[in-house]
Nanobody, 120 residues
């Protein structure tokens, strides 16, 4: 069974910074594309950033230049460094990963989410 466990969320003031972490685990599992999504109150879940196993990054226009995604393939961990945070960044942030098991089965997994309120 695959588990994605997020940490690092919490209240932050506008202009502040926060770093989210997501540790992935699973017996006989490998993690390929890993990313972060977010869902603000009353809105649909949206992609924030994604990173391939080889390190190629893509960002939503709204966070380009402020957020940085990175990963450690040895630790199966993905990070999201968020700088210059705005109230519009307030959301529940979810970790996501494409998983392939040793036998070839593939699935997409989600973390439980971590809240990031941006407010003074």
């Amino acid at each position: 069974q695959v588990q994605l466990v997020e940490s690092g969320g919490g209240l932050v003031q506008p202009g502040g910074s926060l770093r989210l972490s997501c540790a992935a685990s699973g017996r006989l599992a490998s993690f390929y594309n890993m990313g972060w999504f977010r869902q603000a109150p009353g809105k649909q879940r949206e992609l924030v950033a994604i990173i391939t196993r080889g390190g190629n990054e893509n960002y939503a226009d709204s966070v380009q230049g402020r957020f940085t995604i990175s990963r450690n393939n040895v630790k199966n961990t993905v990070y999201l460094q968020m700088n210059s945070l705005k109230p519009d960044d307030t959301a529940v942030y979810y970790c996501n990963a494409d998983v392939q098991y040793l036998g070839g089965t593939r699935l997409n997994a989600w973390g439980q989410g971590t809240q990031v309120p941006v407010s003074s």
